[in-house]
C-alpha cells in the first residue's frame, strides 16, 4: 500500500491534481496544515481518487499520532 498521496492545485487546469511519487519532494507535504488541507480537498470531492477513503483514514491516522483532530 502506498502513503497519503501529494496533491497539488493546477491552476491551467484549475483545479486539483495528485502527484507522481517523487514528482516534487517538499517539505510542505510533510506538514499538518497539508493533511488538513488534503483532507478538506478529499471531503469536497474536488478530486477523483478511487483511494478516497483510504487516503481519509490515513490523513486521520497520521494527524492522531502527532495529537492533532480535524
Known amino acids: ?3 497519503i498521496h501529494h496533491v497539488v492545485y493546477n491552476e491551467i487546469r484549475e ?3 495528485k502527484l507522481e511519487d517523487g514528482e516534487d519532494n517538499s517539505s510542505w507535504f510533510d ?3 497539508y493533511l488538513l488541507w488534503y483532507l ?3 471531503e469536497s470531492d474536488y478530486l477523483y ?3 478516497r477513503n483510504t487516503q ?3 490523513i486521520l491516522d497520521e494527524l492522531s499520532k502527532r495529537g492533532l483532530k480535524a
Open 1 to 3: 500500500m502506498k502513503g
Open 15 to 17: 483545479s486539483f491534481q
Open 31 to 33: 506538514t499538518a496544515d
Open 40 to 42: 478538506k480537498i478529499l
Open 49 to 51: 481518487l478511487e483511494d
Open 56 to 58: 481519509k483514514e490515513m
